[in-house]
């Protein structure tokens, strides 16, 4: 590992593309794969975690290449994924990993999943639960993580599942389980999360009901399904949108378009919550790529002002609060987040990295059981140091990245390289904003 210094730079001005969106990177392939025929991706993030997922089909019997600046790929069809001779390495992947195991649970084959660090610590009994009731077998690791082998059943048994946490890889992982099981299959949403999964299937002929009751989503779909082939166009990614959105209110004087960032509802909540703190953030040329809203977001600099983060919005910017922590940090007052427990498990423990990095590097931050409490500079940079520890968490990485800007000294990370699973071009595009 080494440490890499993120040094306070001029505004950021000028206009950038972030890469194409995580989530909607993966499904793409995932979708390609079982489709029968060849299917077109424009956009694709090509990062670790989706090139984790790319890997894995392939070991599963999908086609994958590169192809000019889009990627291809050539499915094997719902029900003829193949047995995988050797196991699946997920690198620092949740997202690859839990839908994977969705599909493998409703086919006949055996697969063994591994992972890093991070991976290896995270919870998998949250699908291994479900995924059971449908008929696969598991051999986790002690405390239901990974490396696990599981055995998928085919056919599946279909069920009605209510998510007890929530998370859009849960439901996506019984959705796509549903896909090769004779009958219905239905989840039940207590709170909405990312709905990628739902439009993107719709979008490739599935019918996927969903309905709205008492303020839960039912969503059902009835396997086995054909999937079609077709060109899927990946939007950008609004949690790496999210970065340079807060480095331009912070950073005295920034003027920045960000181009082509997907406002998905359950996606854009980071922006409805820096607007709610003051941020002059613009949606410009409101449009639809791949099936989903995208603006081009001008962002100018702005003093923040301290808000009580209403836990209800917490699921549509479940990625976004390392870097809302760093933009607490500097706004004028106190900022007061809560219902945050998800942020424990995820590629770090998201709310005492970011509470220890913050300290560190000159933040007033207290922690809580389920938030934190940031008391903001007023705008004053804060001292910087480090080297923070990242965790191998690329967020952690990056959030510390945009408080070094507004440092007066820097911010050092401990590593940069977790920044390659999500943005591998993140620091040549700060250095592209911030140049004079
Ligand atoms: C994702 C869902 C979220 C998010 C992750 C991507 C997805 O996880 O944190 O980065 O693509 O479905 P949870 O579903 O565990 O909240």
Known sequence: MTSHRFSPQGPLTGRIRVPGDKSISHRALMFGALAVGRSRISGLL?????????????????VIEKD???????????GTLLQPEQALDMG???????????????????????????????PMGRVIDPLSTMGASFTPSPGGTLPLVMEGMQPAVPIRYRLPVASAQVKSAVL???????????????????DHTERMLRGLGVEVQVEEKDGERVISLT?????APCDITVPGDPSSAAFFAVAASVVPGSDLVIENVGLNPTRNGIYRVLKQMGASIDYLDEREVGGE????????????RGIEVDPAIAPSMIDEFPVLFVAASLAEG????????????????????????????????????????????????????????????????????????ASEN??????????ATSFPNFIALLDKAGAP
């Open 46 to 62: 090509e990062g670790e975690d989706v090139l984790a997922t790319a890997a894995a089909l392939r070991a599963m019997g999908a």
């Open 68 to 78: 000019g600046e889009d990627w291809v790929v050539d499915g094997v069809g719902v």
């Open 92 to 122: 620092n992947s949740g997202t690859s990993t839990r839908l994977l195991m969705g599909l493998v649970a409703s086919h006949g084959i055996t697969a063994a999943f591994t992972g890093d660090a991070s991976l290896s610590k995270r």
């Open 176 to 194: 796509l389980a549903g896909l090769n099981t004779p009958g219905t299959t239905t989840v039940i949403e207590p709170v909405p999360t990312r």
């Open 223 to 227: 396997g086995p399904c054909d999937l």
């Open 293 to 304: 809203p995208v603006a081009d977001l001008h962002v100018r600099h702005a003093q923040l």
């Open 334 to 405: 106190t900022t007061v987040t809560s219902g945050l427990e998800e942020l424990r498990v995820k590629e770090s423990d998201r709310l005492s990295a970011m509470a220890a990095a913050l300290q560190l590097a000159g933040g007033t931050v207290e922690e809580r059981d389920d938030g934190l409490v940031i008391h903001g500079s007023g705008g004053k940079p804060l001292a910087g140091g480090g080297p923070v520890t990242t965790h191998l968490d690329h967020r952690i990485a990056m959030s510390m990245a945009v408080a070094g800007l």
């Open 410 to 419: 820097g911010v050092s990370v401990d590593s940069a390289e977790p920044i």
